[in-house]
């Protein structure tokens, strides 16, 4: 139906429920060479980068999961060593009370940089996104309908927004759909 900020929201609403699901997929990567405004991402340090792969690739069900793989170790090692049987049960029993600390530690920091990164959708033809929260502001830049933003700070009825290029400005929020 021509309103772009409509179906981007749309297929990263999906994106966010259902991060594989194909047709949403294909879909967004189709409209992404309708939309006007393509920002490059900063690259991640090497070290985010591969915890995020790693994090996104296990999920919140991958985590448990191996969560609960190290507490049956644990277990089944402080079992052998309170009979006795084998003495190196003891380091087995530690090396997985570290495991499990590991993983839960990387369950709660992917948790924290998701919560930390709420995103919108630009729903207006074009907006000029400002370098303070008013109206008399200067204008920084000018973004696009269907552009996706993460949100920052909100003061009274403007938004803070942060591109993905590491641009940082304010809208009015009523130009925004939080994804």
């Not at 999906?14 to 992404?32: G, I, S, Y």
């Not at 939309?35 to 069900?61: C, Y």
């Not at 990164?117 to 074009?126: G, K, Y």
């Not at 641009?167 to 009523?174: C, L």
Request: one cysteine or more; hydrophobic letters at 50%.
């Amino acid at each position: 139906t021509g309103e772009l900020g409509e179906a981007v929201w749309a297929y990263e609403r999906t994106l966010t429920l259902d991060p594989d699901n194909e047709d949403a997929l294909v879909n967004r990567a189709m409209l992404q060479e309708r939309l006007v405004d393509d920002i490059e991402q900063l690259p991640l340090p090497l070290i985010e980068r591969s915890f995020r792969r790693w994090a996104d690739r296990l999920g919140t069900t991958g985590f448990r999961s191996l969560f609960i793989v190290w507490l049956w170790l644990v277990a089944g090692c402080w079992i052998a060593w309170r009979m006795r049987k084998v003495r190196s049960a003891f380091f087995g029993m530690g090396a997985g009370l570290l495991l499990m600390l590991l993983t839960g530690i990387g369950w709660w920091v992917q948790n924290q940089l998701k919560a930390k990164e709420q995103r919108a959708v630009l729903l207006v033809e074009n907006v000029y996104v400002k370098t303070a929260p008013s109206v008399q502001a200067q204008d920084a830049f000018v973004l696009h309908e269907g552009t996706v933003v993460y949100l920052d700070d909100r003061i009274d009825s403007w938004q803070e927004i942060r591109l993905t290029d590491g641009q940082v400005g304010w809208v009015e929020a009523e130009v925004l759909r939080e994804i």
